[in-house]
């Protein structure tokens, strides 16, 4: 008997010593790379998770900028693809050649312009296609031609892909409702590192320190933020505004500024730009406040404030009621209401509402529900799915 269970462990280890061996499995994840925001930092943060399960993560860039820089995973190769102009086509040719060479075994996109390249090499090479959905790309404040083009175009990518990974359930229900297939749809929640212990927090003896952090358009809510911040000092609660992050187009950052003058607000705000340490700039933080008009896909910045310990206050729209319980996590205010988030600001400043049992309720639930190793795991389960069925579908 104790021979027979030798044998049976001596083969067992040898299986384990094969799959060990074995050569990683290439992702070729094709980015925009112009900013370093939300999506940039799940990009990041797989890249370093997803060699854990056996993938080798590498990076094509359409729009090189904030993103070589900034990123952490410096180990894993980055490519210059760039697109001279919104339908320069010759990125396509350019991507297929390094899918051959590389010997990549799936295409990962992540935004309507990546898609449009991605699928198209894919298909030129005969690779699978996962596509990453990080936001509801209708939804857009200004209802233009350029966003209703690219949600067609991107409507039109998907139609290749093999998996679409959606970073919420609001994202997977925007998905079925718009018509895609479920059975094509993985949820795979955003996830962040976050420390281990809750970071103590010592409630201010002042003026409170109030934060927003995000790459600004006006879906974000800016000017809620500031209007509600001139109603706090109306009713003689003293506060200071912390904002982190570049604007999307120098106008909009002209409109939002010109409107803190207006408001009297000059002397309150701190016009931070963009800061490569979040974690830094979330200690510095009283309270994160994500004051969005629209929905959300599911804010890395609310996630990075949860595991930090920062108490977190929003507004109700998709994405963040997918992670933020109104009382328990974080509260929750209604979207694009200026005097309802001054309400609720207010409430957390005179001490109504209990922000260290919320600060230790949200830190519990990011790190068991929105970790950076359960986001990897998540996405490396729909690459080898998508890999068999390929294969499958190929006869292979």
């Not at 209708?138 to 990974?165: H, K, P, Q, Y």
């Not at 999307?248 to 009297?264: H, I, K």
């Not at 729209?317 to 209401?337: F, K, N, Q």
Request: charged share 30%.
């Amino acid at each position: 008997m104790s021979t027979m269970t030798h044998e049976l462990d001596t083969k067992d280890a040898a299986r384990e010593e094969r799959v060990v061996a074995a050569p990683p499995v290439r992702v070729l994840h094709v980015i925009n790379g112009e900013h370093y925001a939300g999506a940039e930092r799940v990009q990041d943060t797989l890249a370093l998770g997803l060699a854990e399960h056996g993938f080798e993560v590498s990076f094509a860039c359409l729009k090189p900028g904030r993103f070589e820089p900034m990123r952490r995973a410096k180990d894993a190769p980055l490519y210059d693809v760039s697109m001279r102009s919104r339908l320069d086509l010759r990125s396509v040719g350019r991507l297929a050649r390094l899918l051959r060479r590389g010997r990549f075994a799936l295409v990962h996109t992540h935004n309507p312009r990546t898609a449009m390249i991605g699928s198209l090499a894919a298909a030129w090479r005969g690779v699978p296609l996962v596509h990453h959905v990080h936001t509801q790309t209708r939804e857009e404040v200004d209802d233009n031609r350029l966003r209703r083009f690219s949600a067609l175009i991107e409507r039109r990518s998907l139609a290749r892909a093999r998996g679409l990974i959606s970073v919420s359930e609001s994202i997977s229900r925007y998905l079925r409702d718009h018509g895609y297939d479920g059975r094509r749809i993985w949820l795979v929640p955003n996830g962040v590192p976050a420390p281990r212990e809750l970071p103590v927090r010592s409630r201010p003896a002042g003026a409170w320190t109030l934060g927003v952090l995000a790459l600004f358009r006006p879906r974000k809510g800016l000017e809620v933020i500031l209007r509600a911040m001139a109603e706090l000092r109306q009713a003689g609660i003293a506060a200071r505004l912390r904002v982190v992050g570049p604007f999307d187009t120098p106008g909009y950052e002209q409109s939002v500024r010109r409107l803190a003058s207006d408001l009297g607000l000059a002397e309150q705000v701190d016009w931070l730009g963009f800061r490569a340490d979040v974690h830094d700039e979330l200690r510095r933080m009283d309270v994160f406040v994500l004051p969005s008009v629209l929905s959300e896909g599911m804010p890395m910045s609310v996630l990075e404030a949860m595991g930090a310990g920062t108490p977190v206050v929003a507004t109700r729209v998709d994405g963040v009621t997918d992670v933020v319980r109104d009382g328990e996590d974080g509260l929750l205010a209604a979207p694009g209401d200026a005097s309802d988030l001054a309400r609720v600001l207010a409430a957390v400043v005179r001490g109504e509402v209990d922000c260290d049992r919320m600060r230790r309720n949200a830190h519990r639930r990011q790190a068991e529900a929105f970790s950076d190793r359960s986001m990897a795991a998540g996405v490396a389960k729909v690459y080898r799915e998508v890999i068999q069925e390929y294969a499958e579908a190929l006869g292979r």
